[in-house]
Antibody, heavy 120, light 107 residues
Framework: QVQLVESGGGVVQPGRSLRLSCAAS????????MHWVRQAPGKGLEWVAV????????YCADSVKGRFTISRDNSKNTLYLQMNSLRPEDTAIYYC?????????????WGQGTLVTVSS | DIQMTQSPSSLSASVGDRVTITCRAS??????LAWYQQRPGKVPKLLIY???TLQSGVPSRFSGSGSGTDFTLTISSLQPEDVATYYC?????????FGQGTKVEIK
């Protein structure tokens, strides 16, 4: 069955960096675009970034552009989110999700999420 | 960028009631619209994609309609397990914006 397992979250000071990983299994990872979506405590869902199935196309939300980078390693079935210059407002649960398309699409499977807390 | 606006932001209804949630896009998105359910403390779950196609395993009391800029999620007979926040999302092109959510409670 499809499984997505995020890791790499934690407590980090403002201005520092963190890299999240999402290990995928149970499907052909290299055939699907993948998202990162976040949810601040008590708030709604916020789309963060998407990467195409082959890693050639990536798009990020304006709120993270220039600070966050999405990437993937299809040989390791893993999606990444490199987060630099972190701010307190980046505090959230970060979910990775599989799209139903090769470049973008809706999210049919979600991981359990990893919590990132940005605080001094 | 296209904005997604849901209404209402919250609602309270009785078991068995028909519930309707609307989502409006600031520009046309044809039918590239998905609906998600997030129960309290749980991961979001895809309910509907392509504005009206029910995801496998989702109860038939859920339905979606609309095209262009105006979309609707309907629960034909509200059940206790439907207590959740519901989100729409556009996915025709980036940014893949979510609506702000509609919280559904039982009266």
């Amino acid at each position: 069955q499809v499984q997505l397992v995020e890791s790499g979250g934690g407590v980090v000071q403002p201005g520092r960096s963190l890299r999240l990983s999402c290990a995928a299994s149970g499907f052909s990872f290299r055939s699907y675009a993948m998202h990162w979506v976040r949810q601040a405590p008590g708030k709604g869902l916020e789309w963060v970034a998407v990467m195409s199935y082959d890693g050639t196309k990536e798009y990020c939300a304006d709120s993270v552009k220039g600070r966050f980078t999405i990437s993937r390693d299809n040989s390791k079935n893993t999606l990444y989110l490199q987060m630099n210059s972190l701010r307190p407002e980046d505090t959230a649960i970060y979910y990775c999700s599989r799209t139903t398309g090769t470049t973008t699409g809706d999210a049919d499977y979600w991981g359990q999420g990893t919590l990132v807390t940005v605080s001094s | 960028d296209i904005q997604m606006t849901q209404s209402p932001s919250s609602l309270s209804a009785s078991v068995g009631d028909r519930v309707t949630i609307t989502c409006r896009a600031s520009q046309g998105i044809t039918n590239y619209l998905a609906w998600y359910q997030q129960r309290p403390g749980k991961v979001p779950k895809l309910l509907i994609y392509g504005a009206s196609t029910l995801q496998s395993g989702v109860p038939s009391r859920f339905s979606g309609s609309g095209s262009g800029t105006d979309f609707t999620l309907t629960i034909s007979s509200l059940q206790p397990e439907d207590v959740a926040t519901y989100y729409c999302q556009k996915y025709n092109s980036a940014p893949l914006t979510f609506g702000q959510g509609t919280k559904v409670e039982i009266k």
